[in-house]
């Protein structure tokens, strides 16, 4: 990756820094190359009626980019033995006639509330182990007009920041449990997906929607290029050894802390630019998100101290410096 275009992508500058493109279509063309492969065995394998036989029209698109259909895909590549392989067919012809979402974010984002999918169960998530609570037909409008008012404060402080989202995430899950609890992750073995804990609640507020959208979107943007190129980190992590982050102040995969440096370096410079906007939002909310991002970057030596825990390609390192003299100066 371009350490140029990064950084300038992470500012959120005017243009748009290839990458942005093509990672993306790199993306797709990965899922390509899987769903031919998946197709290839099946034939080779006496499978072809799993597939209703020779097809002759690949996915589509808007298939190839679902992130169920990219989480099979990856499961029967990476073993491409029978079962994989009819449950990855499963999943792409389900996509297939899967019906638009009367819920569409920026015209190719899909907000889901309810399918089978967004309502299944995984123990070690945090938002996906609660079992899944009906949402009221008032807080499915509330969520979207939410969310429609925080992709359009994105759009209208920084464009570019709304493109990557529509590269990067293709839809949302939102999950509703009575406990008050808000969370909101990405999973890279989900690739495109983006899933938010109770965004019913007040206290989930546009401003906070703002930044679960940014923040999320990037994880599956560098999962993406990951995806491709391999990642960040040099080495296995090993659990005895972990950077605490000074955002949260918790001790997080060596991994982990390489994203969130540039996902934070990223959510300052949207605050700063919306900070100077002349948008209503809760002004008080916006300072204090901005000194939070900013907090880790205003630290002295954040590149030695990550040299002791794990190991990064030089010029991420370069970065890191690069990025706090930056914040350092917005300060000064």
């Not at 020779?54 to 590549?77: C, G, Q, S």
């Not at 609890?181 to 997906?193: H, R, S, V």
């Not at 507020?205 to 599956?220: A, W």
């Not at 410096?321 to 350092?328: C, K, L, N, Q, W």
Request: net charge negative; hydrophobic share 40%; proline share 4%.
């Amino acid at each position: 990756m371009s350490a140029t275009q990064l950084f300038y992508l992470l500012k959120w500058e005017a243009g748009t820094p290839p990458i942005v493109d093509d990672v993306l279509v790199a993306h797709l063309h990965k899922m390509r190359s899987w769903t031919r492969e998946l197709f290839w065995f099946a034939s080779c394998n006496g499978l072809d009626h799993a597939w209703q036989t020779n097809r002759d029209v690949e996915p589509d698109e808007r298939t190839l980019l679902d992130p169920w259909v990219f989480h099979r895909l990856k499961e029967a590549t990476s073993g491409l033995s029978e079962h994989g392989c009819r449950t990855a067919i499963q999943a792409i012809a389900a996509a297939e006639k899967r019906d638009r979402s009367p819920w569409m974010l920026g015209d190719s984002i899909e907000v889901d509330f309810d399918s089978d999918i967004c309502r299944r169960m995984e123990i070690g998530s945090s938002t996906m182990s609660l079992p899944a609570e009906a949402f009221s037909d008032e807080q499915r409008e509330r969520v979207f007009d939410k969310l429609q008012a925080a992709l359009a404060m994105i759009d209208a402080a920084a464009p570019l920041a709304g493109r990557l989202i529509r590269n990067a995430t293709r839809t949302i899950i939102c999950r509703k449990h009575s406990l008050d609890i808000l969370a909101a992750e990405t999973d890279p073995n989900d690739i495109g997906e983006l899933r938010i804990l109770n965004p019913q609640l007040d206290r989930y507020t546009v401003v906070d929607l703002v930044d679960t959208l940014i923040h999320e979107s990037l994880h599956n943007f560098f999962a993406m290029y990951e995806l491709q190129h391999g990642s960040f980190v040099a080495y296995e992590q090993s659990a005895q050894l972990r950077p605490v982050s000074p955002w949260s102040g918790n001790p997080i995969p060596y991994n982990a802390f390489t994203h969130a440096i540039l996902i934070y370096f990223a959510l300052f410079h949207f605050y700063l630019k919306l900070y100077r906007t002349s948008a209503e939002f809760d002004r008080r909310r916006v300072e204090s998100l901005l000194a939070k991002c900013a907090r880790g970057f205003r630290l002295e030596h954040l590149d030695a101290c990550l040299r002791e825990c794990g190991k990064s390609p030089s010029w991420l390192f370069d970065l890191y410096r690069v990025m706090s003299d930056d914040v350092r100066a917005a300060y000064a």
